[in-house]
C-alpha cells in the first residue's frame, strides 16, 4: 500500500497543481461558494420573511449583503496582491486569508496563522451575517 502511494506521488503534478494554487484562483472559487451559500441561506428563509440576502460585484470585489427594512450590512471580498481581505460594511478587515501550497500537494488557506478550508473561511466571514438574529 505504501508503494503505492509513493508511486503515484512520484507521477504528481506538483507544477500545475502549485499553478491552480494562486491568490486570483481560490478567490473564483470562493466567490461561486458564497453564491451557493446565499442562495441556501435565502431558500432557508422563512415565506414572507422581512430580509434577503445577495451577492454584488463590485470591480474586483464582491460584497455579500444582509437587507432588511431597517438594516443593511454587508461582508466584502477584495483581491489585493498578497491576499485575499475580507472586510465589515465600515471598511474594517475582519482578517486575511493567505495561501500556502503544502508537503502533501494541497493548496491550503491560511487565515491568523492557521490552516483553514474554503467553507471555514466562508462561515468565519459570513455566520454572523446570516444568522444573527434571523
Known amino acids: 500500500m505504501n508503494d503505492k502511494v509513493e ?3 512520484s507521477k504528481f503534478d506538483w507544477v500545475t ?3 491552480l494554487c494562486s491568490l486570483p484562483n481560490v478567490f473564483k472559487a ?22 434577503e440576502f445577495s451577492v454584488a460585484e463590485n470591480g474586483g470585489d464582491f460584497t455579500v449583503l444582509l437587507e432588511a427594512k431597517d438594516v443593511h450590512r454587508s461582508v466584502i471580498f477584495s483581491l489585493a496582491e498578497h491576499a485575499i481581505l475580507v472586510r465589515d460594511d465600515k471598511g474594517n478587515q475582519m482578517f486575511q486569508v493567505t495561501l500556502t501550497f503544502n508537503d502533501e500537494g494541497e493548496c491550503r488557506l491560511n487565515v491568523n496563522e492557521e490552516e483553514r478550508d474554503l467553507w471555514q473561511v466562508r ?5 454572523e451575517l446570516l444568522f444573527r438574529g434571523y
Open 30 to 51: 470562493l466567490r461561486l461558494q458564497v453564491e451557493e451559500d446565499v442562495k441556501t441561506r435565502n431558500a432557508l428563509r422563512p415565506n414572507n420573511s422581512p430580509y
Open 7 to 9: 508511486k503515484d506521488m
Open 17 to 19: 497543481e502549485r499553478s
Open 123 to 127: 462561515r468565519m466571514a459570513l455566520e
